[in-house]
């Protein structure tokens, strides 16, 4: 027994598909074999001989069969018996098997053999062609299954083959997810923490804006204490010698009043910016707001020797505004004008109505302005950067305040300038007031005639400022009052109780017992036999401020620097007081 | 592979649908996991069948085959001892004892010679389960003994416990 029996032949086998196929020819009588040979041999397919089922076995251990063509009679194992045992195999059970049989079958055999899994019956003397036909149609079934396996298998290895790929596919994909992911993360995170950095910034930067307008509040008002004792001191120089024309003191004056003005722009820019300014709207001309601008930059246009042009409507212009910030909008923009212009130039001032607008426009042949300046050029602390420009003063408010102010009427402003060396041209355009009620504001020039109030009131001066107090007191001397002066709050009551004096000019800022509680303890103690006029001084003058000195007791608000006329007309009104009691 | 019985029906079900077996009842999921437990211990594993009838063989085979086995075959005992030692994937022999010549004893006597092959489970098939077979067989070097006919869930049961690892 030399042939192995082993399964490791059928295993799968690139096998062609029009390959032959294998068929088993069983039966015992070799001149049988011989005739289903004869008969098969035609087709081409690959014919195996058994000459018992024993054999039969062996082979189809050894090999795959597409058809069995199987004898039922055979000494020892008949067909029957060995067709039972091929179908129970796994591998077999589908095989089709044809039986030969020379003696006719009877029907219950025929059952018996489709029951073992016969597909068909072949009798002798078997017909050719009937057997030829049976065979090809069986070999090529089996090629057809055998096509299908091999396609099945290729295709279940492609789709094995596709399956990895995709995974592959998915996995790289995966992890380029993943690190996009990651990458997004990072930068996330990066961006929050940008975030997070720049609303700290920015929060900073409102702060530092914060004490930026906190501190020009507080520089301006400090830098007005140290002037009033200085306008107090011309004041007397003027007081005392009237008649005496010296050069000297109308430039100190100039001067001073510059730098009042200054330190009032810059005041109304800290209020402006904190939105605490409050404009006081009433009814005047744009004529009467031109003449009191004119007022105010005259010094500096008359200094630079320019010529003044102005062209007005020859009708008064009615405005609802604020006259005196009004003026100072032009008032700045003919200082401007002035101050960039070299000596001897012509300033233009040009106004006409245009519809429900009045447009005034300011044109000076001065230094002009860049292109890259004109944008900026009302921004807060702006000025033509240039060595020349620095040369001609000025802390670069003057136009923040222009635009602001003339914002707060409801009007707007704009440069032109053909460009550095041509001049400039400011356009203001403000509504007009339809309304008719129209009076023009006359000034009022109150006579200050030295002794005036000769020897017939008392005045006491507290201020812990030695030089604002004597000077203010000086001041009140000369206009002929009695005059007694404290420097500072201590001592206060007992001097009212001794020098009755008709009226208390009290600096609110002082050490110790300050303004305030001050006015109240004279108030509410009535140490006084009659009560004397309480004038508080101060380098506040909101009207918050005044409301405060109001409730603590005060008749008077001055602010720092007091002006002549206002000492002078609460000296006045003393008077009138004093006579009320008189009688 | 095709399918023979309900429980392989299941599993194969449940293996296409991809469904995990914890999902399932848990009688169906003990069925299952039983099938996959004896199956996983035959399957692929070569079994070498040693018999003079082809009859034998081809009925032995069907069965193994059917269970995922790789059947190797000997029609006599020298036959096997060579398979034995050639073969070293053969991890079980099922040997028929009354063969004609060199019979199941003297074949089994002949394999445990080899050293490497003195751990290989051989399993004894004979005719008569007749007295003093067992001891003889065990004397012989099989390792275990199945009386014919073979009953088919027997012989699995003892493959099992053989090739269980």
Request: some cysteine; glycine content about 6%; hydrophobic content about 45%.
């Amino acid at each position: 027994m030399a042939a192995s029996l082993t399964s490791d032949a059928p295993r799968p086998v690139p096998v062609p598909a029009q390959a032959p196929v294998n068929i088993l020819l069983v039966d015992d009588q070799p001149g049988r074999l011989l005739t289903y040979r004869a008969i098969l041999e035609p087709l081409g397919e690959r014919l195996v001989e058994a000459a018992s089922g024993e054999q039969a076995l062996k082979l189809l251990m050894e090999d795959e069969f597409a058809v069995i063509l199987l004898d039922v009679n055979m000494p020892g194992m008949d067909g029957f018996e060995t067709a039972s045992l091929i179908h129970q195999h796994p591998r077999f059970e589908k095989t089709p098997i044809i039986f030969v049989t020379a003696v006719n079958v009877g029907d219950m055999d025929r059952l018996r053999g489709y029951k073992l899994g016969a597909v068909d019956y072949v009798s002798v003397p078997v017909i050719p062609e009937i057997l030829r036909t049976k065979v090809t149609v069986l070999a090529e079934l089996y090629r057809k299954r055998r096509e299908l396996q091999l396609a099945n298998e290729r295709l279940a290895t492609a789709n094995l083959a596709l399956q990895m790929e995709k995974a592959q596919q998915l996995q790289a994909l995966n992890a380029s997810l993943r690190e996009a992911n990651d990458a997004l993360a990072a930068r996330n995170a990066e961006l929050q923490r940008e975030i997070a950095e720049r609303a700290n910034a920015e929060d900073r930067l409102r702060v530092a804006d914060r004490r930026k307008d906190e501190f020009l509040a507080t520089l301006a008002h400090e830098l007005r204490n140290p002037l009033a004792p200085l306008l107090n001191a011309l004041n007397i120089r003027r007081l005392s010698a009237p008649d005496v024309e010296d050069p000297l003191q109308g430039m100190m004056e100039r001067q001073l009043a510059l730098l009042v003005r200054l330190i009032d722009d810059l005041l109304d820019v800290a209020r402006i910016t904190r939105g605490k300014l409050i404009l006081r709207k009433d009814m005047t001309t744009l004529q009467d707001v031109l003449h009191s601008a004119m007022e105010t930059a005259g010094p500096l246009i008359e200094s630079g020797k320019h010529r003044l042009h102005m062209q007005l409507p020859p009708q008064p212009v009615a405005m609802h505004a604020d006259h005196a910030r009004l003026s100072q909008v032009f008032a700045n923009l003919l200082n401007n004008a002035a101050k960039y212009s070299d000596a001897g130039s012509c300033i233009e001032v040009v106004g006409r109505i245009e519809g429900a607008f009045v447009s005034v426009g300011v044109r000076d042949t001065g230094i002009g302005l860049a292109k890259e300046h004109l944008e900026h050029i009302f921004d807060l602390f702006s000025q033509a950067d240039t060595a020349i420009e620095r040369a001609r003063g000025g802390l670069g408010i003057g136009l923040t305040l222009v635009r602001h102010l003339v914002e707060m009427h409801d009007g707007r402003v704009s440069v032109h300038s053909d460009g550095p060396g041509l001049g400039s041209e400011f356009r203001i355009d403000l509504p007009v007031h339809s309304g008719l009620e129209i009076h023009s504001r006359v000034d009022v020039q109150a006579a200050y005639i030295a002794g005036a109030f000769e020897g017939k009131r008392r005045a006491l001066v507290v201020d812990d400022n030695r030089d604002a107090a004597d000077t203010l007191a000086m001041m009140l001397d000369l206009m002929g009052l009695q005059t007694r002066r404290l420097y500072g709050s201590s001592g206060v009551e007992d001097e009212v109780s001794a020098f009755a004096p008709d009226v208390i000019f009290l600096d609110v800022g002082m050490p110790g017992m300050n303004g305030y509680d001050l006015a109240r303890a004279l108030r509410s103690g009535g140490t006084a036999r009659r009560s004397p006029l309480l004038v508080a001084v101060t380098g506040w003058g909101q009207p918050e401020d005044r409301r405060r000195t109001s409730d603590a007791g005060f008749d008077h608000h001055l602010v720092k620097p007091p002006e002549l006329d206002a000492i002078h007309a609460i000296c006045a009104s003393l008077t009138d007081h004093g006579e009320d009691l008189a009688r | 592979k095709g399918v023979e019985s309900p429980e392989r029906l299941l599993d194969e079900t449940a293996l296409f649908l991809h469904r995990v077996n914890a999902d399932q009842p848990p009688a169906k999921s003990q069925m299952v996991q039983l099938l996959h437990e004896s199956y996983e211990a035959l399957r692929d594993k070569r079994v070498l069948v040693v018999d003079d009838d082809v009859r034998n063989i081809f009925a032995l085979s069907s069965v193994l085959e059917r269970h995922g086995m790789d059947v190797v075959t000997a029609g006599n005992g020298q036959e096997a001892v060579d398979k034995v030692s050639n073969d070293r994937d053969i991890a079980l022999v099922l040997m028929d004892i009354m063969m004609p010549g060199m019979d199941g004893y003297d074949t089994m006597r002949a394999i445990r010679e080899d050293p490497d092959s003195r751990a290989l489970p051989i399993v004894a098939l004979t005719a008569k389960a007749m007295k003093g077979d067992r001891e003889k067989c065990l004397e012989a070097g099989a390792s275990d003994y199945l009386a014919k006919p073979v009953v088919t869930d027997q012989l699995l049961g003892v493959l099992r416990q053989w090739l269980h690892r």
